[in-house]
T-cell receptor, first 114, second 113 residues
Framework: AQSVTQLDSHVSVSEGTPVLLRCNYS??????LFWYVQHPNKGLQLLLK??????LVKGINGFEAEFKKSETSFHLTKPSAHMSDAAEYFCVVSEDTGGFKTIFGAGTRLFVKA | NAGVMQNPRHLVRRRGQEARLRCSPMKGHSHVYWYRQLPEEGLKFMVY????????ESGMPKERFSAEFPKEGPSILRIQQVVRGDSAAYFC???????????FGDGTRLSIL
């Protein structure tokens, strides 16, 4: 069965400090994994994707994520938070099983304090 | 290059009316996906379409909901006889191929009075 768990519903950091948003997944196949960001009243914007190439994936706006198969994790990190990073972040797993399955995590809301 | 265009951005309907949500995918994208987002929740997959074909509608309610992606024109998500529980944000996404990342529109926020 396919599932995605974002371990924190809310994360609060100070500007300039590191960001860690955690995501665990389960998949019966070799999945593709994504992180998306959603700003208020907007659609989702792709931050980065993992598709079985390098396990450390670099994305836009200084974000990166590391795929750890042994831990079934795909945590999102950024060395230094910026005020503009405050948004909702979604971890997504996608499988092509002859049909199509994409599962979104419940989301993590990131707050950035000045 | 225009992104995924959804309209209207906001739609208000009374219970029992019909709601039609439109989505124009990015140029060159033949795969379209519809999602529903309830307040404080993630996106729930509804349906996946290619031109003129529904590929996977496993996330769509069996009654009152339908989707199409005609050869010409936008994809349409249609909700008949709307109820209060249909109030949500509906997002459309498109991709050039199934395995490629999806590009999202800004959504249609449906409110049922």
């Amino acid at each position: 069965a396919q599932s995605v768990t974002q371990l924190d519903s809310h994360v609060s950091v100070s500007e300039g400090t590191p960001v860690l948003l955690r995501c665990n997944y389960s998949s019966s196949y070799s999945p593709s994994l994504f992180w998306y960001v959603q700003h208020p009243n907007k659609g989702l914007q792709l931050l980065l994707k993992y598709t079985s190439a390098a396990t450390l994936v670099k994305g836009i706006n200084g974000f990166e994520a590391e795929f750890k198969k042994s831990e079934t994790s795909f945590h999102l990190t950024k060395p230094s938070a910026h005020m503009s990073d405050a948004a909702e972040y979604f971890c997504v797993v996608s499988e092509d099983t002859g049909g199509f399955k994409t599962i979104f995590g419940a989301g993590t809301r990131l707050f950035v304090k000045a | 290059n225009a992104g995924v265009m959804q309209n209207p951005r906001h739609l208000v309907r009374r219970r029992g009316q019909e709601a039609r949500l439109r989505c124009s995918p990015m140029k060159g994208h033949s795969h379209v996906y519809w999602y529903r987002q309830l307040p404080e929740e993630g996106l729930k997959f509804m349906v996946y379409l290619q031109k003129e074909n529904i590929i996977d509608e496993s996330g769509m309610p069996k009654e009152r909901f339908s989707a199409e992606f005609p050869k010409e024109g936008p994809s349409i998500l249609r909700i008949q006889q709307v109820v209060r529980g249909d109030s949500a944000a509906y997002f459309c996404a498109s991709s050039p191929e199934l395995s490629q990342p999806q590009h999202f529109g800004d959504g249609t926020r449906l409110s049922i009075l």
